[in-house]
C-alpha cells in the first residue's frame, strides 16, 4: 500500500481516494432519493384526506431542538476532522462522542415527535399526507439511526488501531455523511416544518 | 444481402395485401379529432419511411463498396477523425425534421384539445363516461339518462366526454373518432370527440386494468340529432329508474350486457371534483374525495 | 396449515405443478452432481467468493441467458395464445401474470444483467486497470441482483406471480385490485436487485474516473467505456427514484399506507411519474451500452477508426441529460394538457438528434473500411436500419396529438421491441460473440453463428413488423385474446411465427456454445479478431491481474496504434501487484436479502427483523474488518507471464 504523505491522511493511498470519490458520488444519489421523497411530499402535501392538516399536527419546540442538536453535532464534527488532521486522537474521539451524543439526543426528540403525531391521530395510514410526511422524516430517521452505529464503530476503530490512513479515511467518509444528513435536515426543516405552520 | 431483401419485400407485399382487405381503423376516421390524428399519421409515416430509405440506402451502398471482398488485399482503410461539414449536415437535417414535426405536433395537441372543428356553433354534448371493472357507464346529465356499455351520439355536434374511473386506470379509446385519454378514480379527464357519419363504431378501454380487461368494450352508435332526440324521449319512456341500490350492484366487477336507465348516478354520486389544473396547483382544499371511488 | 395457505398458488394450473416439479428436479440434479463431482469446494472459492471482476462479469453472462431462456418462454406462451382468435391455451388471469413478469425479466433481469456482464468484463480492461474501484462491493451487486432475480423467479411457484403489468400501475397493483402477493414480489425483488445496480453504478464510475492507465485521458476512453461511464451516471441518479416509488408502493401494500390507492388523498398519478422518471432513463441505461459495443465491432471489422469520436460522446451526454426531461411522454393520455404535452413532445423528438448523428457516425465508420461480415458484424449491420426504424417510430410516438391513437396499443409495443431488440439484445448477441475468446479461450462457431443470426433477424421481423399494423387496426396490448370479428388474427398468427423462429434462433447460440466447446480449437492467440482497443492487450485467457505491466496510452485506440505504429505499450519493469482477496460475505448477505424479501412478501415479520438484523451484523463485520489484500510477487508474474507466451 503506497502512501502519499503529501496527502491529508485520509487522502493518503489511492484506495483512500477512491472511496471518497465513491462516496461523494453516492451522496449524489442521496440526493436523488431525498430528492424524490420531497417531490412526493410536495405533491400529497395537500391531500390529506380526512386527516389534519400540516398545520394542525407541527409543533415547533422539538423541531426547534431537533435542529439546533442537529446543526450543532454537524458543527462539533467539523470539529472532529480538524483535530484528526492534527493527529490529535483524543481531542478527535471526544468530538466525535459529542456528535453522536447529538444524534442520538435528535432521534430520541424525533421519536417523541412520532409518539405525537400518533396521539393526535396522524398515523402511518391516515392520509396521502401523513404517509408522506412520516416516509420522509423516517428515511431521514433511519440515516441518523444507521449513523450512530457507524459512528460509534469508527471511534472503537480509531481508538483501537489509532489514526491510520484507513481509520482516518473512515472518519472523513462518516462526516461527509452526517453533513449531509444535516443539509437534508434543513430542507425538511425550511421546506416541510416551516412552509407547513405557515 | 440479396436473399435478404428479397425475403423482406415479399413479407412486405404479404402484410400490405392482408391489410388491404380493410383500412386500418385508426386510418379510417369517421370525426374530425380522428380525421387530424390520421393525417398526422400519415405525415410522420411519409418523413418517416423517407429517413429509412435514406439509411438503408447508404448502408447498402456501403456495405456493398467497402466490402473485404471488393479490395485488394493490401488495402489498408484510412484513418478519419470526422469532417465539419459532414457532422453539420448530420445534426441539421435531422434538426429541421424533428423542428417541422414539433411544430406540428404542438398544433395539433391544440387541436385534440379543444372542441372539434367544423361545428363550433352547436352546443357540445356532454357525457360522463366512468368505468368499474370491467364496463363503462356513461351519463348524460342534461337528457337524464344512463347507459352501461353502449352509447348513442349524435353526429355534427361537438362531444364532450368527462372521464373518470370506479377503480383502475382505464382509457376511453373509439379509434374511428379520436384517441384516447385515462380515466381516473381521483379526478376527472376531458375528451374531445366528434362524428361526421352516421354508423357502429368500437369503442374499449385501451389500459389494462386487470383480469377483465379484453372484453372491456363497448359500442358507439352515431346517427342524427332527431334520431337522438327520438332515443332519448323512447328511453324515458320504457326504461327503469337507476337507484343508488342498483348503482352499487353494477360496480360489482364483472361484465355485464347493454343496459338503460333514466337518471343518472351523478346525482347521489357526484364525479371526482378534481380536474387535472387543480391538482397542478396542488389544491389544498381537504374535502373527501374517497365517498365516490365505490370502494 | 393456515401458515402454509399464503404461499399456495391462488391460481394453478397443470404447467405450474410441472414447472414446480422441474425446479425441484433441476435443483436436486445440481446439488446431487456438485456432491459427486465433489466441485462444491471449487464453487465457492472459484466463484461465490470471487470479487474478480472477470468472473463476476461471466456470472451475470450466464444469469442473464438464464433470464433470457425464462422471459423468452413468456414471449412464446403470449404469442402462442394471441396466434388465433378466442385461443383458450392460457386464461386470462396467467396471461396477465406472463405479460408481467415477461417484461420485469427481460428489463431488470435479463437486460439489466446482461449490461452489467460486459461492463464487468470490459471497463477494467479497456481502462487498463487491475479490477473496479471496489472489487468487494461489486460482488454484493452481483448477489443482490441474483437474490433479486431468484426472488422474483419463485413468485409463479409460491403465493403466485404479480400480474398488473410490468409498470405495475396503481391502483390496479394496489391491495383493492391485486390481492395476491405477486406484486409484493414485485416491488420487494426489484428493490433488491435496483439496490445492487445503484452499487454498480457507483462503483463504475468511481472506477472509470480514477482507475484510467497513464496517459488515457477521458477523451481517449474507448467508445464502450465511455457509454458505460454515461450508463452508470444515469443509474446513479435514476435508481434512487425507483428506490422511493418502489418503498412507498410497498408500504402501501404491506402497512396499508395511502400513497397511491384512491382514498385518503392517494394520488395513483404518481406511481406513474415516479416510474417513468426512472423508467425513461433505465432504457438509455440498457441502450447506450449496446451503442458502446456496437462502436467497439464496427471499426473492428471495418478495419478503420470510429469516425466522430467527440460527436459520439458528446450525443451521448445528450441523450443522458435528455432522458431525465421526457417521462411523461409515457403517459399523454393523462389528460395534462396541451402545453405539457407540447413541451415533453418536443424534449421526446430531440432525442432523435443526437441518436441520428450516433447512426450516421456508425455508418461513416464502414465508409472506405474494409467490411468483414463475422457474426458480431452481422449483427451491427442489421442493427441500423431495424434501430433506425424503431427511432423513427419513437419519434412518430413523440406526436403526443397521435399518440392518443397509438398508446397502449401493439404499435407501441412493436415500437419498443424494435428498439431492444436491434438495439439492445443484438447488441448483446454481438458482443456475446465479439468477446467469446477473450474470456473463454475458443471461437465461436461462425457457421452456426450465422444461421442464429438469420433466425433471429427474420424473426424479428416477422414478430414485431405485424403489430405496428394490427396496432393501427385498434388492437390493444395486454388483451388475453380477442374475437374473430376484429380482423387480427392472420397478422398475430405471423407474429406467432416469427416468435417461434426467433425462438430457433436462441437454442441455434446456445447449441452454438455447446459445439464450440467441442470443437474449436484452444490455439486463437489473444487477439483473434485483429481487433483495437486496450482489452485485447493483454493475454488469453486473462491473468488474474489483467496486465502485467500498465498500459501506456496515447489514444483511444492504443493497441491498435501499438500494432500499427509501432506505440510502446508496456515499458519499465514489473512492480509486486496488489490484489483484493475473496470474500463470502457479499454471497452471504445476498442470501440474507432473499430471506429478508422473502419474509416482507410474505409478511412474515420475525424471520425478516432476524435477517435484517443479519444484513446489519454483516456491515457492521465488514466495517472491523480489517482487509489489506494480498501481493503478488514478482516472480510469480514472471512465471504467468511465461506460461501464457511472452510477456506483456
Known amino acids: ?198 | 444481402m440479396k436473399k435478404k431483401w428479397a425475403f423482406l419485400s415479399s413479407m412486405l407485399a404479404f402484410v400490405l395485401v392482408l391489410a388491404g382487405c380493410e383500412p386500418l381503423m385508426v386510418l379510417d376516421p369517421k370525426g374530425p379529432q380522428a380525421a387530424q390524428q390520421a393525417s398526422d399519421i400519415m405525415l410522420s409515416i411519409g418523413i418517416m419511411s423517407f429517413i429509412v430509405i435514406a439509411v438503408l440506402t447508404i448502408l447498402v451502398v456501403i456495405l456493398f463498396k467497402y466490402r473485404a471482398s471488393n479490395q485488394p488485399d493490401d488495402y489498408e482503410p484510412p484513418h478519419i477523425e470526422g469532417n465539419k461539414w459532414v457532422e453539420a449536415l448530420c445534426i441539421g437535417i435531422p434538426v429541421l425534421i424533428v423542428a417541422f414535426l414539433s411544430f406540428m405536433s404542438v398544433k395539433s395537441n391544440y387541436i385534440v384539445e379543444s372542441a372539434p372543428v367544423g361545428y363550433e356553433n352547436e352546443e357540445p354534448l356532454v357525457v360522463y363516461a366512468s368505468s368499474s371493472n370491467w364496463k363503462w357507464h356513461f351519463s348524460y346529465p342534461e337528457e337524464g339518462i344512463e347507459t352501461v356499455n353502449y352509447l348513442y351520439i349524435p353526429t355534427d355536434r361537438p362531444l364532450e366526454f368527462k372521464l373518470y374511473s370506479f377503480g383502475p386506470i382505464t382509457s376511453f379509446w373509439i379509434p374511428q373518432l379520436g384517441g384516447q385519454k385515462y380515466a381516473m378514480a381521483d379526478m376527472v379527464t376531458t375528451l374531445h370527440l366528434g362524428a361526421d357519419e352516421p354508423g357502429e363504431y368500437v369503442g374499449r378501454n385501451a389500459n389494462f386494468s386487470g383480469k377483465g380487461f379484453a372484453e372491456n368494450t363497448f359500442n358507439v352508435t352515431a346517427m342524427s340529432q332527431t334520431e337522438f332526440d327520438e332515443w332519448v324521449q323512447e328511453v324515458h319512456e320504457k326504461a327503469e329508474p337507476l337507484t343508488e341500490e342498483k348503482f352499487d350492484e353494477l360496480l360489482e366487477p364483472g361484465h355485464l350486457g347493454q343496459m338503460t336507465f333514466t337518471g343518472t348516478h351523478l346525482e347521489f354520486s357526484p364525479a371526482p371534483e378534481h380536474t387535472h389544473n387543480d391538482v397542478s396547483e396542488e389544491g389544498n382544499d381537504s374535502e373527501e374525495e374517497s365517498d365516490h371511488s365505490g370502494h | 396449515m393456515e401458515f402454509f395457505e399464503r404461499f399456495a398458488i391462488p391460481h394453478p394450473s397443470p404447467a405450474i405443478y410441472a414447472s414446480m416439479v422441474a425446479i425441484a428436479l433441476v435443483t436436486i440434479g445440481i446439488i446431487a452432481g456438485l456432491t459427486y463431482f465433489k466441485k462444491w469446494g471449487y464453487l465457492w472459492r472459484e466463484w461465490l467468493t470471487t470479487v474478480d471482476h472477470k468472473k463476476i462479469g461471466i456470472m451475470y453472462l450466464i444469469s442473464a441467458l438464464l433470464m433470457l431462456f425464462r422471459g423468452g418462454v413468456d414471449a412464446i406462451m403470449m404469442r402462442a395464445q394471441l396466434s388465433v382468435p378466442d385461443a383458450e391455451l392460457l386464461d386470462a388471469q396467467h396471461y396477465n401474470e406472463i405479460f408481467t413478469t415477461h417484461g420485469v425479466v427481460m428489463i431488470i433481469f435479463m437486460a439489466m444483467p446482461f449490461i452489467f456482464a460486459f461492463m464487468n468484463l470490459l471497463v477494467p480492461l479497456q481502462i487498463g486497470a487491475r479490477d473496479v474501484a471496489f472489487p468487494r462491493l461489486n460482488a454484493l451487486s452481483f448477489w443482490l441482483f441474483f437474490a433479486g432475480a431468484m426472488l422474483f423467479n419463485i413468485s409463479f411457484v409460491i403465493g403466485g406471480s404479480p400480474d398488473a403489468g410490468w409498470t405495475s400501475y396503481f391502483p390496479l397493483a394496489g391491495n383493492d385490485f391485486s390481492q395476491h402477493v405477486g406484486t409484493n414480489y414485485y416491488m420487494i425483488a426489484i428493490q433488491i436487485s435496483g439496490i445492487g445496480s445503484l452499487m454498480t453504478g457507483i462503483n463504475m464510475c468511481t472506477t472509470i474516473l480514477k482507475m484510467r492507465a497513464p496517459g488515457m485521458t477521458l477523451m481517449k476512453m474507448p467508445m464502450f467505456t465511455w457509454s458505460a461511464f454515461i450508463a452508470n451516471l444515469i443509474i446513479v441518479f435514476a435508481f434512487p427514484v425507483l428506490t422511493v416509488a418502489l418503498l412507498m408502493g410497498t408500504t402501501d401494500r404491506l402497512f396499508a399506507t395511502n400513497f397511491f390507492t384512491s382514498d385518503n388523498g392517494g394520488m395513483d398519478m404518481l406511481w406513474a411519474n415516479f416510474f417513468w422518471i426512472w423508467g425513461h432513463p433505465e432504457v438509455y441505461i440498457l441502450i447506450l451500452p449496446a451503442f458502446g459495443l456496437y462502436s467497439e465491432i464496427i471499426p473492428t471489422f471495418s478495419r478503420r477508426n470510429l469516425y466522430g469520436y467527440k460527436p459520439m460522446v458528446w450525443s451521448m451526454v445528450l441523450i443522458s441529460f435528455l432522458s431525465f426531461l421526457v417521462w411523461t411522454h409515457h403517459f399523454f393520455t393523462m389528460g395534462q394538457g396541451a402545453l405539457t404535452n407540447s413541451i415533453f413532445s418536443i424534449t421526446t423528438m430531440a432525442i432523435a438528434v443526437p441518436t441520428g448523428v450516433k447512426i450516421f457516425n456508425w455508418l461513416f465508420t464502414m465508409y472506405k473500411g474494409k467490411i468483414r461480415f463475422t457474426v458480431p458484424m452481422l449483427y451491427s449491420v442489421a442493427f441500423i436500419p431495424l434501430f433506425t426504424v424503431g427511432g423513427v417510430t419513437g419519434v412518430m410516438l413523440a406526436m403526443s396529438a397521435a399518440d392518443y391513437q397509438y398508446h397502449n396499443t401493439m404499435f407501441l409495443v412493436a415500437h419498443f421491441h424494435n428498439t431492444i431488440i436491434p438495439g439492445v439484445v443484438f447488441a448483446m448477441l454481438a458482443g456475446l460473440t465479439y468477446y467469446w475468446p477473450k474470456f473463454f479461450g475458443f471461437m465461436l462457431n461462425e457457421k452456426i453463428g450465422k444461421w442464429a443470426f438469420w433466425s433471429l433477424t427474420i424473426g424479428f421481423v416477422l414478430a414485431f413488423f405485424p403489430m405496428y399494423i394490427t396496432g393501427l387496426d385498434g388492437q390493444a396490448r395486454r388483451m388475453y385474446t380477442y374475437s374473430e370479428a376484429t380482423g387480427f388474427g392472420p397478422l398475430n398468427m405471423v407474429s406467432f411465427i416469427g416468435a417461434a423462429i426467433m425462438a430457433i434462433g436462441f437454442v441455434l447460440i446456445l447449441w452454438n456454445v455447446f459445439y464450440s466447446f467441442k470443437n474449436s480449437s484452444r490455439e486463437i492467440g489473444s487477439d483473434p479478431w485483429d481487433a483495437r482497443s486496450l482489452e485485447w492487450a493483454t493475454h488469453t485467457p486473462i491473468p488474474e491481474y489483467n496486465f502485467a505491466r500498465l498500459p501506456h496510452v496515447n489514444s483511444s485506440e492504443a493497441f491498435w496504434d501499438a500494432k500499427m505504429n509501432g506505440h510502446q505499450l508496456f515499458r519499465g519493469e514489473y512492480e509486486e501487484i496488489h490484489m483484493p482477496s475473496s470474500s463470502g460475505v457479499p454471497f452471504i448477505m445476498g442470501m440474507i436479502f432473499f430471506v429478508a424479501g422473502f419474509s416482507f412478501v410474505f409478511s412474515l415479520w420475525i424471520p425478516a427483523v432476524i435477517a435484517l438484523l443479519g444484513i446489519f451484523f454483516c456491515m457492521a463485520l465488514r466495517s472491523f474488518e480489517k482487509d489489506d489484500g494480498y501481493h503478488i510477487s514478482v516472480e510469480e508474474i514472471k512465471e504467468t507471464e511465461r506460461k501464457l507466451g511472452g510477456a506483456k
Open chain 1, 1 to 198: 500500500m503506497k502512501i502519499d504523505h503529501s496527502q491529508p491522511l485520509e487522502y493518503s493511498t489511492h484506495q483512500n481516494q477512491l472511496n471518497i470519490l465513491g462516496f461523494w458520488i453516492f451522496l449524489g444519489a442521496e440526493i436523488m432519493l431525498f430528492g424524490t421523497l420531497f417531490m412526493g411530499y410536495f405533491t400529497l402535501e395537500g391531500r390529506t384526506g380526512a386527516g389534519p392538516t400540516p398545520a394542525q399536527i407541527f409543533e415547533i419546540t422539538p423541531v426547534l431542538i431537533e435542529t439546533f442538536v442537529l446543526l450543532t453535532s454537524s458543527f462539533t464534527i467539523g470539529l472532529g476532522i480538524h483535530a484528526m488532521r492534527l493527529g490529535r486522537k483524543n481531542a478527535m474521539l471526544s468530538f466525535f462522542a459529542i456528535t453522536l451524543l447529538l444524534g442520538l439526543v435528535f432521534l430520541g426528540v424525533e421519536i417523541y415527535e412520532f409518539m405525537h403525531y400518533y396521539h393526535v391521530g396522524a398515523t402511518y395510514q391516515t392520509s396521502a399526507f401523513t404517509a408522506a410526511l412520516l416516509t420522509t422524516l423516517g428515511t431521514h430517521g433511519a440515516h441518523v439511526t444507521l449513523g450512530l452505529f457507524w459512528g460509534l464503530f469508527i471511534i472503537l476503530q480509531v481508538k483501537k488501531r489509532g489514526l491510520t490512513p484507513q481509520t482516518a479515511n473512515k472518519s472523513f467518509i462518516f462526516s461527509l455523511y452526517w453533513h449531509f444528513l444535516d443539509v437534508v435536515w434543513i430542507f425538511i426543516f425550511s421546506f416541510i416544518y416551516l412552509k407547513g405552520m405557515m
